[in-house]
């Protein structure tokens, strides 16, 4: 068995793309669409069709660019949604982030697209910033019945505050933490037990686990396949094709390291807003790569409109 398939008994293998092709090929559980990876998808091959007849639909509606590229993330996320048994998680707005309000205006608006589609809210997750705004928004979508994806999530107290709105999913972003220790030690590599991101996200897992919070912890912004390997066992992982692929070419044996019986963490912890500032204030690493991240989510939303108000 290569690892990819032993890693699917242990562990639900998400696809970190919108590309129809890799898609198809991996045959994940679920997968992703966002701005970011729909620019990725105008390149693909399988997906020019769908993309030219949104255009052309966006252009007979008289849609703004904005509105366009709106309508053209669930359109490859209901195209997704046709091809994964599971959930394809749809990201709310960057610039959105600050703003609860706003934020369950256009989660309730991109579940009216899906579901004029033909796709029913159990199939998609709402992506939303792990902010502190971003979190309350979750909150309400959740009592309504909307499950939500918490992303862009680097510490404990982001991780402790979701669980507390009773969040669907987690995303604590691996690679993006190890970057910045490297940058900050002036370090090439981790050994995969050393590694920051790896760290972090198993102690969330054990936490979460000791304190049988439902929450689902889902791995992601991988590296390399060691950083993957090193959380096998980790409710879900979510995991860029070229990885995917690394991984199905490897037939060495893979251990299981997280399991929710040898989970060991402490006393469950309470996040109120002041505490929730004050921890993402005293962590470095997490206040800029949420910034970050943010930013730069953002920009690539704003690119996203620009190439279809060139096209339409």
Not at 122 to 141: D, M, P, S, Y
Not at 212 to 237: E, H, P, W, Y
Not at 251 to 262: F, G, H, T
Request: glycine share 8%; charged share 30%; aromatic share 4%.
């Amino acid at each position: 068995m290569s690892v990819l398939d032993q890693l699917r008994d242990m562990t639900v293998v998400v696809a970190d793309t919108g590309e129809i092709a890799a898609v198809k090929r991996h045959r994940p559980v679920d997968c992703t669409t966002n701005p970011t990876l729909v620019l990725g998808a105008l390149k693909d091959p399988a997906s020019e069709e769908l993309i030219a007849r949104e255009i052309e639909v966006g252009r007979r509606r008289g849609l703004s660019p904005e509105g366009l590229t709106d309508t053209l993330t669930v359109a490859v996320g209901a195209e997704l949604a046709r091809l994964v048994p599971g959930r394809v998680s749809t990201e709310v707005d960057a610039r959105l982030s600050f703003d609860s309000a706003a934020s369950i205006r256009r989660a309730r608006a991109i579940l009216a697209d899906y579901a004029a589609r033909g796709i029913g809210k159990e199939r998609i997750l709402i992506k939303l910033a792990a902010t502190w705004e971003g979190i309350r928004a979750a909150q309400v979508l959740q009592d309504e019945g909307i499950d939500c994806n918490l992303t862009l999530l680097f510490n404990m107290a982001q991780a402790v505050a979701c669980a507390e709105a009773k969040v669907h999913l987690i995303s604590p972003f691996v690679g993006r933490i190890t970057d910045w220790y490297k940058a900050a030690e002036g370090r090439d590599t981790y050994a995969p037990d050393e590694d920051p991101g790896v760290r972090s996200v198993c102690a969330i897992y054990d936490y979460y686990k000791v304190n049988g919070i439902s929450t689902i912890v889902m791995g992601a912004s991988f590296r390399n396949i060691g950083q993957v390997k090193a959380l096998a066992g980790c409710d879900k992982l979510t995991i860029a094709p070229k990885l995917l692929e690394e991984l199905s070419e490897d037939e060495r044996e893979l251990a299981r390291v997280l399991s929710p019986d040898k989970a060991q963490g402490g006393v469950r912890l309470s996040m109120d807003e002041p505490t929730f500032r004050w921890e993402m204030n005293a962590d470095a690493m997490a206040t800029e790569k949420l910034a970050e991240g943010i930013r730069n989510f953002d920009a690539d939303h704003r690119k996203l409109i620009e190439l279809m108000g060139a096209r339409i």
